[in-house]
DNA sequence: TACTAGCTATTACGTTTTTAATAGTTAATA
DNA sequence: TATTAACTATTAAAAACGTAATAGCTAGTA
């Protein structure tokens, strides 16, 4: 099965992915909600129970890694939204992705391209 | 805040999306997992407190309908990997969701479409 | 009418998740 | 050295989830 990370778990690998690491006051702080800080200890705790993070002592606090990639917790959730939602087709996802009023032109003539490039792999 | 479904009510609301109506029965039959017949019966039941289906009698069923529509609860979901696992970024979704082998030139090109149609848009 | 198959209603319970208070520890510093 | 600020460890416990047993109801049918 793959990986399953819980809302809140979600919540805080995603700082520590974007920050590349973390000690509990930083991602505390990076947490939008109003949380504590010994919840986010305890979250960050669990998490390395679970093994998707790990520690380093950095003077008197522990500095967190993620283990567990954002690639390989993104596959699953993705697939799922993919199958549960769009019914497999990506086709829909991506409407869906690109109806957003915020996407640029930019962004779209870069996913142009990279569609463009897969398409040569392809073909050739 | 956006429509958060669980885990199993997902796998449910999925069913009837795709159905279009069911009754416990015929939810039951199409959920993969091997539940007890009581457990599908709940889960709809507290969807139906969540307000996200709605039931007709008929005969002596229920028929349930979908009425959080898949789009409602996709874009949250959507979002929330787009946000937390690919920083926002849609060109590192895209890649992702179209790095999958099993995705057909056809599709790419319908897609590549898609795209083309969205910048003609923007452009004009 | 009595029976029964097929439903729904009720109730419960183990697990996981989430949150957080508070106790204990340690490294700097007055 | 004594104090304290900044951490971690321990412990609880409420809420949410997921699952299902069983009781109760009803429409058809023998």
Known sequence: MSIRLTHRELDIMAVLWRLG?????EVWAEIEDDLAYSTVLTMLRTLEGKGHVRHEVQGKA???YPVTQ???AGSGALDRVLDKIYQ???EL?????LA???VSPEELRRIRELLDERLGE???
Chains 1, 2 share one sequence.
């Open 62 to 64: 522990f500095r967190y």
């Open 88 to 90: 497999g087709s990506r």
């Open 93 to 97: 996802l991506v409407t869906r992705l």
């Open 21 to 25: 690491s973390g000690t509990v006051n």
């Open 122 to 124: 392809l073909e050739s």
């Open 70 to 72: 954002s690639e390989d």
């Open 100 to 102: 957003d009023e915020e």
